[in-house]
């Protein structure tokens, strides 16, 4: 399934992030996302569970079955997130590495 | 349970129902979770200030999501097409006072003047077309709480206090009557503002005045 990049929200792109190693119940996923982020996303449990409900309703991510704590529900990517996630990843690969490059001809341009 | 985490779950009340059932207990064990990964009163304050600060923004983005899903999914028919209608009844007044604003601000005049605040011009959008629009929402608002779907038979008063079905029509009707109420206190409305219960028993000779011209003259 193909996929066009660049079409997540920043919240969105951190969650499954946060999730591409392995299914996590919502603290982890606050965790994770800060620790990945650096503490700048710092997200509260309305704003994980607005877009774990969004995710969920795209199909990018779902609940794990088998477990048997109700309030710790654990949750992990889909194949189709995991292809968003990684159109995703390409897109920042690909974006960065233009940067890089026009930042460095922008500097050979300033000493020319 | 702390107190705290008790008036939290409290709040989550304020959810719609369905996404509550879904994840409030799950967001009432982030908290917790939350809470017992600190270790000192500060930590917990920020975790606190934290939760003040994401539950509205949450809750509203969720009541506003929720309300558009059922919009799109279990809102009858004729009440869209009504807030439709209405919506564009009362669009006029808006785009008068924006392009009025816009004449302020760009040439420093007003359209006081103009064609458009002079009667009967003016009439249209500051009182035929909200009084429209009130009229058509309040009929479609009675329809819908006094006639009961067949799959879905619940009580008039229970179809009138339904807010997320009806809100198409809820919201453009109040901001119709917000106009007309306005309208009716506004004091560049000569006529009618002087004294709003002369506009009440003396209609006709509002009416007269207007006509006459002296509305925005």
Known sequence: ????????????FSILLALSLRPRHGYEIMKQVAEDSNGKINLGPGALYT??????EQRLIEEVEEVEDVRRRYYRLT?????????????YETTLALARQRHALEVILSYA | MPRRLSLYERLLHLYPAPYRKRYGDQMIQAVSDMLEDTTSSSQRSLVWARIVIDLPLSLIKTQLQYAGGIMHNETPGYIKRSGIFTGALVLPFFSALIANGLDKLLFDQNLYGSWLWHWPIIGFWVLWLPGTALTVALLSYGVYTFTPERKNRTNWLRRALDVPHAWPVILPGIVAFGILFILAFHDSVHCWIQNPIHFVTRYHQTLQCTERGYLGG
């Open chain 1, 79 to 91: 194949d189709k997130g995991r292809i968003s996630l990684r159109a995703e990843l390409d897109y």
């Open chain 1, 51 to 56: 877009s774990i409900k969004q995710l969920n």
């Open chain 1, 1 to 12: 399934m193909s996929r066009q990049y660049n079409q997540l929200p920043q919240v969105a």
